[in-house]
């Protein structure tokens, strides 16, 4: 599995920015699909996930109401709507997709949010 992440860039505080995951390969056996990010001299910390078939989606405190994720199965492509951006929200952002036994991570894009 391949994973493509796009849509980052600089935003000011306020602002919003839509991140896209596409995914190839063996895309069959994917369960999950999520987005994590990393701040400088951070941990990489989860920030949405989604599942594949149905769609469930959980998401990190810290950015309930303001993050949406949402998927195009039709496209193997994962989104992470992303408004009210803070400051705070500034890293890397990661995509990530999941299956049994197996963890599958893009290139990270990067989101600056400036105040």
């Known amino acids: 599995v391949q994973l493509q992440a796009s849509g980052g860039g600089l935003v000011q505080a306020g602002g919003s920015l839509r991140l896209s995951c596409a995914a190839s390969?063996?895309?069959?056996?994917?369960?999950?699909m999520g987005w994590y990010r990393q701040a400088p001299g951070k941990q990489r910390e989860l920030v949405a996930t989604?599942?594949?078939?149905?769609?469930?989606?959980t998401y990190a405190d810290s950015v309930k109401g303001r993050f949406t994720i949402s998927r195009d199965n039709a496209k193997n492509t994962v989104y992470l709507q992303m408004n009210s951006l803070k400051p705070e929200d500034t890293a890397v952002y990661y995509c990530?997709?999941?299956?049994?036994?197996?963890?599958?991570w893009g290139k990270g894009t990067q989101v600056t949010v400036s105040s």
């Open positions: 989604i599942t594949i078939s149905r769609g469930i989606t």
């Open positions: 390969g063996s895309v069959f056996s994917i369960n999950a």
């Open positions: 990530n997709a999941a299956r049994i036994g197996m963890t599958y």
